[in-house]
């Protein structure tokens, strides 16, 4: 069981690109989300999803999109990387509603 | 905005002692309350959940709930220099019933 899988862990994008984080759980978990977390400000979420063809915003959806095609995949796309992107992206996926949550490993974006 | 607040801390403690990590929330609806761990450069992990009043224990670690207080805190007996690392608190986003509310966390060094 690898639980939450997150790729790349690092990447380096020039301003304006454009690029796609991925996510995969093996625990037939329904509920996925994609949070970042800034130096001192906590985890902020993204987007989540209830299950397969199921998306919502979170609170900083903007610059981002998600498309959740299967239960075990939930990629997060970039589009025209701006430096506020620069982050740690961490996706996420519980089994029900507001239980617990398990992390992936990361993904370090730094945009310049 | 509901929220979730922490002392950035750090705290410091030596070894053998009692660390106790203190969490308070706004949300009078919410049911139930995690703690992760997250060390330096790493994801977090759950280490402690609880829905109920009182105590609950796992270990060295002893989560505490007062819902009338809108209180939680975790405490950490024979604190470990391993136990170094920025504690977590978290509660439902009753806005969006499925994601987490995170505080920004508690950084506990523990000192040999």
């Known amino acids: 069981n690898a639980g939450v899988t997150q790729t790349p862990k690092f990447r380096i994008l020039k301003i304006g690109q454009s690029m796609t984080l991925q996510c995969a759980q093996d625990m037939n978990h329904n509920y996925m989300y994609w949070y970042r977390q800034d130096p001192g400000m906590g985890l902020k979420l993204i987007y989540y999803?209830?299950?397969?063809?199921?998306?919502d915003k979170g609170e900083v959806p903007n610059g981002y999109n998600v498309s959740r095609s299967t239960t075990e995949d939930f990629p997060l796309r970039l589009e025209l990387a701006a430096p506020s992107q620069t982050s740690v992206y961490f996706c996420?996926?519980?089994?029900?509603?507001?239980?617990?949550?398990?992390f992936g490993p990361g993904t370090r974006l730094t945009v310049t | 905005q509901k929220e979730v607040e922490q002392n950035s801390g750090p705290l410091s403690v030596p070894e053998g002692a009692i660390a106790s990590l203190n969490c308070t929330y706004s949300d009078r609806g919410s049911q139930s309350f995690f703690w992760y761990r997250q060390y330096s450069g790493k994801s977090p992990e759950l280490i402690m959940s609880?829905?109920?009043?009182g105590d609950k224990e796992d270990g060295r670690f002893t989560a505490q709930l007062n819902k009338a207080s809108q209180y939680v805190s975790l405490l950490i007996r024979d604190s470990q220099p391993s136990d170094s690392a920025t504690y977590l608190c978290a509660a439902p986003n009753s806005n969006s019933g499925y994601a987490l509310n995170f505080g920004k966390g508690t950084s506990l060094l523990v000192t040999p």
């Open positions: 609880i829905y109920s009043n």
């Open positions: 999803s209830v299950g397969a063809g199921i998306t």
């Open positions: 996420a996926s519980s089994q029900d509603r507001v239980h617990e949550q398990y």
